[in-house]
Nanobody, 120 residues
Framework: QVQLVESGGGLVQAGDSLRLSCAAS????????MGWFRQAPGKEREFVAA????????TYADSVKDRFTISRDNAENTVYLQMNSLKPVDTAVYYC?????????????WGRGTQVTVSS
């Protein structure tokens, strides 16, 4: 069982940056592809970004491409989401997940989420 804990969310202004972190409890973290998803109020959870177990392959939702960067440090059991040029539409609870790729249904483990609020 992999436990995931997100951190780094907060309230920022449009155009600002934030870096989210997701710490995993188990060394087996290195075996999993990792993803970030987000859910805004009244909307379904949506894919944001994913990174493969080695960190060699990444993929992004079109809405965040060229603004967000996913990375991982397997030595620290941590995955990151660097978010630049934030917009109010990025406001959501952000979740990290382990074990899948593009679809939320593929993922085995989820964190509890961290709130990101972007004011205009």
């Amino acid at each position: 069982q992999v436990q995931l804990v997100e951190s780094g969310g907060g309230l920022v202004q449009a155009g600002d940056s934030l870096r989210l972190s997701c710490a995993a409890s188990e060394r087996t973290f290195i075996n999993y592809n990792m993803g970030w998803f987000r859910q805004a109020p009244g909307k379904e959870r949506e894919f944001v970004a994913a990174i493969n177990w080695r960190g060699a392959t990444t993929t992004y939702a079109d809405s965040v491409k060229d603004r967000f960067t996913i990375s991982r440090d397997n030595a620290e059991n941590t995955v990151y989401l660097q978010m630049n040029s934030l917009k109010p539409v990025d406001t959501a609870v952000y979740y990290c997940a382990a074990g899948g790729w593009l679809s939320a249904d593929e993922y085995h483990y989820w964190g509890r989420g961290t709130q990101v609020t972007v004011s205009s």
